[in-house]
């Protein structure tokens, strides 16, 4: 039994991953036609739309209608808004670190993901350009 809840829950991600993947896809190429590609309009529609729903998908789930079978919660929340944005998630754990009090905590994750994933990108950047000259 517990073999199969895994496989569910492995399609449920994967059905959800692939559909958050095909919607930044396309909303992606959309902002560009519309706008321009001199401004990652797309990234940032996608990025605060990802956190709107993250945050009310995990209300719906977790307060209001605690009947929502796992493998949607998966779908959902894992496999489409993680392939849609992983920003949503960043925003739902800085809340959660929030609502434990320690504002130390949060404020770290919260600043330490901006800060470190930008320095992260560029230091790939370097790694690549001096392997590859």
Do not use: H
Request: proline share 3%; with cysteine; hydrophobic share 50%.
């Amino acid at each position: 039994m517990g073999n199969e809840q895994e496989i569910r829950n492995a399609i449920a991600v994967s059905l959800g991953a692939i559909a958050g993947a095909l919607t930044r896809y396309y909303l992606s190429l959309w902002f560009v036609q519309k706008f321009s590609a001199s401004f990652p309009y797309g990234t940032f529609f996608i990025n605060i739309t990802g956190c709107l729903i993250m945050g009310f998908f995990a209300t719906l789930a977790l307060e209001r209608i605690p009947t929502i079978p796992p493998e949607i919660r998966l779908l959902v929340a894992v496999g489409f808004l993680g392939s849609y944005t992983t920003f949503s998630t960043y925003g739902l754990d800085t809340i959660n670190l929030l609502r434990t009090g320690n504002l130390l905590r949060a404020s770290f994750y919260w600043a330490g993901n901006a800060i470190l994933g930008v320095i992260a990108v560029q230091l790939g950047v370097i790694i690549a350009r001096a392997l590859w000259k």
